[in-house]
């Protein structure tokens, strides 16, 4: 059984180090996989628009469409919390790859829209492991000090999928098929796949679980990439010994004050995300406009995504996390309620991008950056994990609830919802937020 103490070496050692080579590679290899893996997520938007449009599905199957996706990442998202704290990192984001890289290759074949569907549970399954993985690892690989801007940059690659993928939707649904953008998802997730058999694990996670001599090799490979004689020496961080942590400890002082964070920022972003967002090209094509006008328009509210993603790269670790995120909310909370006095496609298309941009700041902020911080390498996964799924049962019943708001009071409904939900999370931030900027993660266990 391994102590903090020995965790918290191979943590000061892999915070030493300054931003190279090895976490620009680091970077690329899990930001490869989680672009496919929001691409593939956010193609939903434009296909589901088409379908409509077709005829070959209505609101309600688009509907179910949605809930079975997050069926199968909420189980993902669990399934990945725990298989990554127990057999490792690498292990759980290479399975859950090749998961949803086949699913989606079989459904750009569906012969039926309940076959589609069905395709979509195991697509939700591999997606929804991805995210919690992939944003759970970055950070026991990075510095303290740039924490916040490389989690913020990897919310960014994965995010400026959803610009790709309103853009290709909009070049390519009208002209060939919805079916070529799942396969473009299934092929891309499969060639990351090949290229990420040679990923590291993370020395901390093999610290963690008792395997010393894997976590020596792994941090001499990575220590070899550096100049040995400019590295500083690593900061002493003294930890008591203490027992591997379960599971029940996230449900237990202190660690449940975190885990009710953790869930409260899944859970908003999950109804601001998949309450709106995904909807958008299905909202105007309802209210009048052809499927390549509504996609035109998604497409310029998306650029959103990435610009949301890179001001999170430049302000995460100046601002902090805890009043970061509770004045994003606020401002998204203001933009939305501006979007329902909207007079025009021009100024909606104006504060839909605006109100994209909050949204993925809050993402780069919240999702990527500041929950995974909040758990300790032992658990940090499963707790990442249970946030991420409980955020998904909030997707489950996000679809089939705007389907009942948007038929009682059009988009206004749906907005009342999401002004809501943004302004519980303000205070929620403000009662119960640690601040954990340029703290490193053992520091962070400890407050």
């Known amino acids: 059984m391994q102590t903090g103490a020995s965790t918290a070496d191979i943590g000061a050692r892999l915070d030493r180090l300054p931003i190279g080579g090895f976490h620009k590679r680091i970077i690329w290899l899990i930001g490869a996989g989680m672009f496919f893996d929001s691409f593939d997520i956010y193609l939903a938007g434009g296909v589901l628009g088409a379908l409509v449009k077709s005829g070959w599905s209505?609101?309600?199957?688009?509907?179910?469409?949605?809930?079975?996706?997050?069926?199968?990442?909420?189980?993902?998202?669990?399934?990945?919390?725990?298989?990554?704290?127990?057999?490792?990192?690498?292990?759980?984001?290479?399975?859950?790859?090749?998961?949803?890289?086949?699913?989606?290759?079989?459904?750009?074949?569906?012969?039926?829209?309940?076959?589609?569907?069905?395709c979509r549970f195991f697509m939700g399954l591999g997606l929804?492991?991805?995210?919690?993985?992939?944003?759970?690892?970055?950070?026991?690989?990075?510095?303290?000090?740039?924490?916040?801007?490389?989690?913020?940059?990897?919310?960014l690659i994965t995010n400026s999928a959803l610009f790709f993928s309103t853009l290709l939707?909009?070049?390519?649904?009208?002209?060939?098929?919805?079916?070529?953008?799942?396969a473009i998802a299934g092929v891309g997730a499969l060639i990351v796949w090949y290229l990420r058999r040679k990923m590291p694990e993370s020395p901390r996670w093999l610290k963690s679980r008792g395997r010393d001599a894997e976590a020596e090799r792994v941090m001499a490979g990575i220590e070899s990439e550096f100049d040995a004689s400019r590295l500083p020496a690593p900061q002493p961080v003294p930890a008591a010994p203490e027992s591997r942590l379960g599971s029940v400890a996230l449900f237990k002082p202190p660690y449940l004050r975190r885990t009710v964070l953790g869930i409260c920022v899944h859970v908003v972003v999950n109804i601001v995300i998949y309450g709106f967002i995904v909807w958008v090209p299905t909202f105007l094509v309802k209210q009048g406009l052809g499927v390549s006008s509504s996609l035109g328009y998604a497409t310029l509210m998306s650029l959103g995504g990435p610009a949301g993603a890179l001001i999170g790269a430049l302000v995460s670790d100046r601002i902090g996390r805890k009043y970061g995120i509770a004045l994003v909310c606020l401002l998204a909370a203001i933009t939305g309620w501006l979007y329902l006095s909207s007079s025009s496609i021009y100024m909606a298309t104006l504060l839909g991008f605006i109100l994209f941009t909050l949204t993925y700041l809050l993402v780069a902020l919240g999702v990527a950056t500041y929950v995974p911080e909040l758990f300790p390498t032992d658990v940090r996964l499963r707790g990442n994990g249970v946030a991420n799924t409980v955020g998904r049962v909030a997707g489950i019943i996000t679809p089939q609830l705007i389907v009942t708001l948007f038929a009682t009071g059009g988009v206004n409904g749906v907005l009342t919802l999401i002004i809501g939900a943004l302004l519980f999370l303000v205070v929620i931030m403000l009662l119960l937020g640690i601040e954990t900027r340029k703290r490193t993660l053992e520091e962070i266990d400890k407050l």
């Open 58 to 118: 209505n609101i309600a199957s688009n509907a179910s469409f949605l809930s079975m996706t997050f069926i199968g990442m909420l189980i993902g998202a669990l399934a990945a919390g725990y298989l990554g704290d127990a057999r490792g990192r690498k292990f759980s984001y290479q399975f859950n790859l090749a998961i949803f890289g086949i699913a989606s290759l079989a459904g750009a074949f569906a012969p039926s829209m309940n076959w589609l569907i069905v």
């Open 128 to 155: 929804g492991a991805e995210i919690v993985i992939g944003y759970g690892c970055l950070g026991e690989f990075v510095p303290p000090g740039v924490r916040g801007k490389w989690s913020a940059y990897l919310s």
């Open 169 to 182: 939707g909009y070049l390519i649904i009208p002209h060939l098929s919805w079916r070529v953008m799942f």
